[in-house]
C-alpha cells in the first residue's frame, strides 16, 4: 500500500486553481470531468502522488449521485476533504477490511474524462460511515495501470514538468479530538503502520472546528500557502 493522493474540494473552478498554483511554481493541469458524480478537478504531480482539487460543476448531477466522495464534498465545502492509498489488489483489500469488522462500499468503478477525450479508468473501495464533524476514512484506489506506466504516461502528456519530477509529499497532518484513538484505528485500516513508504501520516489535537486533514507537507517545503482553506508547506 503506498499514499495516492490529497482531496482538496474547492469551491474556485479548476481552471483557476491551476492558475494560482502556477503563481507558487507547482504546474496544476486540468484533469476533466467525472460525468456521472457531476464533478470536475484539477491535478498537480509529483513523482508518486498527487493532490487533486475537486470542484462541483453540475449540482444537480451530483446531488442525486450516492458517490461517497461526492456526497462529502457537498456536505464539506471549501477545504480538505480526505485522502486516498493506492493498493495492487483492491478486492484483497475487501477482504481484510471485512474480516476486521469493516464495512464497506463493495468495489466501486470509477472514471474521469480528460480535457483531451481520453477515458481514465480505476477502481475504489471506501468504509461506509456517516458524514459529521468527524474524521473521515480514508479510501482506496486500483488503477488499471502500474506505477511506472502512470507515470510515464503522465509525462508524455505533459502533466509531470522535470521541476516537479523530484518534488514529494512529506506529510499529512490531520487534526482530530482524540489522537490515540484516531492512531489505533487507522492503523487498523492500513494494516498496522502511519508511515507509508511514500509519505507519513500524522495526528494532533485539532485546532478547527471539525476534525480534518489540515496541512500538506512537501519534501523540505519552507513555504506556507494557504489556499481554500488549506494550508500547504512548499
Known sequence: MKFDHVIHFIEETPEQAVEFWGQQNLHGVIGGRHEKWGTRNALWYGMDSYIEWLSLENRQIAESASHPLTQLLLR???????????VESIGQLEERLAS????????LD??????????????????????????????????NETDEERYEG???????????????????????????????????????????????????????????????????GKERVLYQKGIYMI
Not at 464539506?76 to 493506492?86: A, D, H, L, S
Open 100 to 107: 476486521e469488522g469493516f464495512r464497506t462500499s463493495g468495489i
Open 154 to 220: 503522465l509525462k508524455a502528456d505533459g502533466a509531470i514538468k522535470a521541476a516537479d519530477e523530484n518534488r514529494t509529499l512529506e506529510r499529512c497532518v490531520f487534526g482530530v479530538e482524540d489522537v490515540e484513538a484516531t492512531s489505533r484505528r487507522w492503523k487498523a485500516i492500513l494494516g498496522g503502520s502511519l508511515q507509508l513508504p511514500n509519505c507519513e501520516i500524522e495526528f494532533r489535537k485539532q485546532t478547527g472546528q471539525k476534525e480534518r486533514l489540515e496541512e500538506v507537507y512537501f519534501r523540505n
Open 76 to 86: 464539506n465545502g471549501p477545504g480538505f476533504g480526505t485522502i486516498c492509498f493506492r
Open 110 to 143: 470509477g472514471s474521469r474524462r480528460t480535457a483531451g477525450g481520453k477515458l481514465i479508468e480505476w477502481k475504489m473501495l471506501f468504509i461506509n460511515e456517516d458524514f459529521s464533524e468527524r474524521l473521515p476514512n480514508p479510501f482506496f484506489i486500483e488503477w
